[in-house]
């Protein structure tokens, strides 16, 4: 993740040193990977927010912190199954659904 | 010379206008809807269901990783090779801003082992040490290794490889959607309830003063988490490798 903010940072200002300087290279017009920001931002900002939410919640209220994310993940496998419920029904059927 | 493109099924990567670009034969142009570098999402919802997924899974990496770096052995169960921000997140972090606290749990068992031939290190703590780091290692692998057998082959990477000719329609665009992108599955859920369990028994262990098997219980969570979203994005989405 990091690693790949760098890189789209890096094309940006390769564009942008590309559009100071008029340079015209078969570089000029390529497309930056700037559509990965969409996952990379978010990803990373709510890292850093989960941390500093457990590191508070332990100091807290000890280990039973960990039952937030025991439910959370649990709920979100249940969702996951139900989204793809037809498919389910189907392997229950054995086939003959 | 630069190569002509490449070509899956019934469409050429090649490059052509301003960048490389998806041509389609049957299309005798184009592709609308498959540009260069986005040709992982497709539209605002799923980029939105996407981020939204990938954001929540990681909160819950940041906070059992705040949690494990709180508890006993303060190791992180999340970055296992990089250098992580570990002496923050514990009290008495200024006296502990060295090499060694600040390194990934492989980088910690090197130092661990490392250790051994100092003789005024107490051999009972640094095996102590040494099995610690090698029960959250050897946790993600073993999580790693579940996900491999829940899930299987990247269905990712299947759901590209079903975009059957006789299927695709110029006409019906919206249909023809499911086949790029990144499907929700049941195998998922498994995955993630065995998740939930994997961090139950995290929450057990140590509340019964069992911090090693703890450890590797959170190990294989983080484990399973972050290859079912490597898996699910095909490799776009890490939520907890995030230095690397």
Same mark, same amino acid.
């Given at each position: 993740m990091w690693t790949d903010i760098g890189v789209i940072l890096g094309q940006g200002t390769q564009q942008l040193v590309y559009w100071i300087f008029r340079k015209n290279d078969e570089l000029q017009h390529s497309k930056t990977d700037l559509w990965r920001l969409k996952f990379n931002v978010p990803i990373m900002t709510s890292y850093f927010v989960g941390a500093w939410a457990g590191f508070l919640g332990f100091y807290q209220?000890?280990?039973?912190?960990l039952v937030a994310p025991v439910l959370f993940t649990g709920m979100a496998g249940c969702v996951a199954i139900y989204l793809d419920r037809q498919y389910v029904i189907f392997l229950l059927s054995f086939g003959e659904y | 010379m630069p190569p002509a493109g490449w070509v899956y099924g019934s469409r050429t990567f090649k490059p052509g206008g301003k960048s490389w670009t998806w041509y389609d034969t049957r299309q005798r142009? #184009?592709? +609308? +809807?498959?540009? =260069?570098?986005?040709?992982l999402v497709q539209n605002f919802r799923q980029v939105l269901r996407v981020s939204l997924t990938g954001a929540t899974l990681a909160f819950v990496a940041g906070y059992v990783n705040a949690v494990s770096l709180s508890?006993?052995?303060? @190791?992180?169960?999340?970055?296992?090779?990089v250098t992580t921000i570990h002496a923050f997140f514990s009290p008495g972090w200024r006296s502990r801003f060295s090499l060694g606290g600040l390194q990934g749990v492989v980088a910690r068992l090197g130092l661990d082992i490392s250790q @051994?031939? =100092? #003789?005024?290190?107490?051999e009972r703590s640094l095996g102590d040490d040494i099995a610690a780091d090698l029960c959250v290692l050897f946790g993600f692998l073993i999580g790693s290794v579940c996900t491999g057998i829940v899930v299987g082959p990247s269905l990712y990477a299947f759901a590209r490889l079903a975009r059957a000719p006789t299927i695709l329609n110029e006409n019906k665009t919206k249909q023809n959607y499911r086949y790029y992108r990144m499907r929700v599955s049941w195998r998922y859920g498994v995955g993630l309830i065995l998740e939930a369990l994997c961090l139950s028994m995290m929450l057990i262990f140590h509340s019964t003063d069992s911090p090693k098997a703890a450890l590797f219980f959170a190990g294989t969570g983080m484990g399973l988490q972050n290859s079912l979203t490597s898996v699910y994005s095909g490799s776009l989405l890490r939520t907890t490798h995030l230095t690397v």
């Open positions: 209220f000890g280990i039973n912190v | 142009g #184009p592709c +609308k +809807k498959h540009t =260069n570098g986005s040709s508890s006993v052995y303060r @190791l992180t169960v999340t970055h296992m090779t @051994l031939a =100092n #003789p005024s290190v107490s």
